[in-house]
């Protein structure tokens, strides 16, 4: 069974940025995105373990603080170097202004 | 019809190889490289290579399974003599030659030596690395040569390692060139902290040996005893093929905005050239930096495909030292006033505008959040904004809120 997981709320999170949430022993990025729409994906960098949440979102791109590698956060696609390895990413449920995900 | 041969397969030459073919260039891609290696990234040479348990590996940017399934030719091992360049063609030290019909020298640079000191140890390269992490043992005394980058990073890692650590450097403070004297001194204090011996402003007359050891005879008198001696002194641009061809040099391999030499059929980029900076009045400028290897390597391919767009990009390089982050962006004064912008997590970011009020720069040591301020830094550069210091200075002004609004929604480059 599928574990319901509560991330925030979504006025906790500003257009087009970013926030770290941490949750069973595991962190996420939560993205709110042009347009209004959230996406979740794992919150570490998979070139060097940074937290993603520390860098700058430009549409649907996140990029890394520490050395600016780029992915699509709504597929996970690493899309610039030196990120190489694509970013897991979570199917979001919206529910009563909450952000949610199932972790299997 | 002979293809394109790409000299030097580092960070700037494999970025070139991949651009070529990302770009719709079917012809031949031939990378030659002198080491024995495919091409890697050097920035960890200087941090998690000599700080891991195990000898890594290197962090690969170019497999040979890669460069195979793009059609690339990687030759590794294969050292480059000599260009004639009025045949287009280069000679081999095996003794072949090949044609090209483009030339792309990304040669890279090369450490400059302490003339006539002997037993000193340099970093660049993946065996450098090797051969430096085993001798950083605890109880020993490494004495550092150089208060740059690499100096710096190597004395963190020497610490880490659990060496007493010298660092000797000539110039009144550390990275004099290109950080700015306030960035500069959080770094500073930060080794001292952990135990690093700075002496800055110190004059080394002469090294001599002593069986093991190594006494550094200080102008002042002083003698430093060290059981390891290893000097950052700068690199000097890897410009040998392109002076006996005859090319144009200028603190490089000089190119113009396009990254041409001055020969039709021969480019350059990365470390080993000088190019003139459309941002910052044309100035010629040489970086030594990873992020400017990669995007000049991209944007080499495009002119060699007939794209005739400038090469503009910010200039941009971080710096690791224990658990702190450095990052400059633009290109700093090392001595101009700044404007100050605390972030929350204490880190300060040090701003610099010309006479004009337009942003030149931008640079910070700290947590790793001030990498998204850099960045936004970075994009008011590359728009040649002219933000109000008292924006600049105010934490709660977000430097997003400062840019001019782009037509696209996804990143650009730049
Ligand atoms: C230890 C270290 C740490 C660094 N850390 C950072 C960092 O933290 N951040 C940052 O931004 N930058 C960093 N840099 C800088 C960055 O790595 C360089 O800017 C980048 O490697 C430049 O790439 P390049 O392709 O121009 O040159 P290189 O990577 O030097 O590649 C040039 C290649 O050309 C080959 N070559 C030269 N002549 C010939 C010939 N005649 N025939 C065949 N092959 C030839 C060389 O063997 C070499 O492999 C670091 C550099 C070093 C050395
Ligand atoms: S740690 Fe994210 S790009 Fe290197």
């Known amino acids: 069974m599928p574990q319901i997981i509560d991330l925030c709320a979504t006025s906790d999170i500003e257009l087009e940025d970013v926030i770290r949430v941490d949750r069973e022993g595991q962190s996420f990025a939560v993205y709110h995105a042009p347009g209004g729409k959230f996406y979740v994906t794992s919150g570490l960098c998979t070139h060097e373990a940074v937290h993603l949440a520390g860098g700058l979102v430009m549409g649907h791109i996140i990029e890394c603080p520490k050395h600016n590698g780029r992915f699509d956060y709504r597929t996970g696609e690493a899309k610039g170097v030196p990120a190489c390895v694509n970013l897991r990413i979570f199917p979001v449920t919206l529910a009563g202004g909450r952000v949610t995900i199932a972790l299997s | ?414």
């Open chain 2, 1 to 414: 019809m002979p293809g394109i041969v790409i000299i030097g397969a580092g960070k700037a030459g494999a970025s070139a190889a991949l651009a070529l073919r990302q770009g719709g260039y079917t012809g031949a891609v031939t990378l030659l490289g002198a080491e024995p290696h495919a091409p890697y990234d050097r920035p960890p040479l200087s941090k998690a290579a000599l700080l891991e348990a195990e000898p890594p590996s290197p962090a690969w940017v170019l497999t040979p399974e890669q460069a195979a399934a793009q059609n690339i030719s990687l030759r590794r091992g294969a050292e480059v003599t000599s260009i004639a360049a009025p045949a287009r063609r280069v000679h081999l030290a095996d003794g072949t030659t090949l044609a090209y019909s483009k030339l792309l020298l990304a040669t890279g640079a090369t450490p400059r030596q302490l003339p006539g000191a002997e037993g000193v140890l340099y970093l660049r390269n993946y065996e450098d690395a090797l051969a430096l992490r085993t001798r950083l043992a605890p109880q020993s005394h490494v004495a550092i040569i150089g208060g740059g980058f690499i100096g710096l990073e190597l004395a963190a890692a020497a610490r880490q390692r659990g060496a007493a650590v010298t660092l000797v450097e000539s110039a009144p403070r550390v990275l004099m060139r290109g950080v700015p004297a306030a960035v500069a001194a959080v770094i500073a204090a930060r080794h001292a902290q952990a135990g690093v011996n700075l002496l800055p402003g110190v004059v080394i007359a002469r090294i001599a040996r002593a069986g093991a050891q190594h006494h550094l005879h200080l102008a002042d008198g002083r003698i430093i005893t060290a059981d390891l001696v290893i000097a950052g002194i700068g690199a000097a641009p890897e410009t040998r093929l392109a002076a006996a061809a005859g090319l144009a040099l200028d603190n490089g391999i000089a190119v113009d905005e396009g990254l041409r030499t001055s020969d039709p059929h021969i480019y350059a980029a990365g470390d080993c050239c000088a190019f003139p900076h459309p941002l910052f009045g044309g100035r010629r400028i040489r970086l030594e930096a990873w992020r400017n290897a990669q995007d000049q390597g991209e944007a080499v391919a495009q002119t060699m495909l007939g794209g005739t767009q400038p090469f503009q990009a910010v200039p941009w390089f971080w710096s690791d030292q224990y658990d702190l982050c450095l990052q400059v962006t633009g290109l700093a004064e090392p001595d101009a006033p700044t404007i100050a912008r605390h972030l929350p997590d204490g880190t300060v970011l040090h701003f610099q505008c010309d006479a004009q009020g337009r942003l030149i720069a931008a640079a910070a040591a700290g947590g790793m959040r001030l990498g998204k301020e850099i960045r936004l830094a970075g994009m008011l550069i590359a728009q040649r904004a002219h933000p109000s210091p008292a924006a600049l200075a105010a934490p709660d002004v977000p430097l997003k809120s400062l840019l001019i609004p782009m037509a696209t929604a996804d990143a650009s480059s730049s």
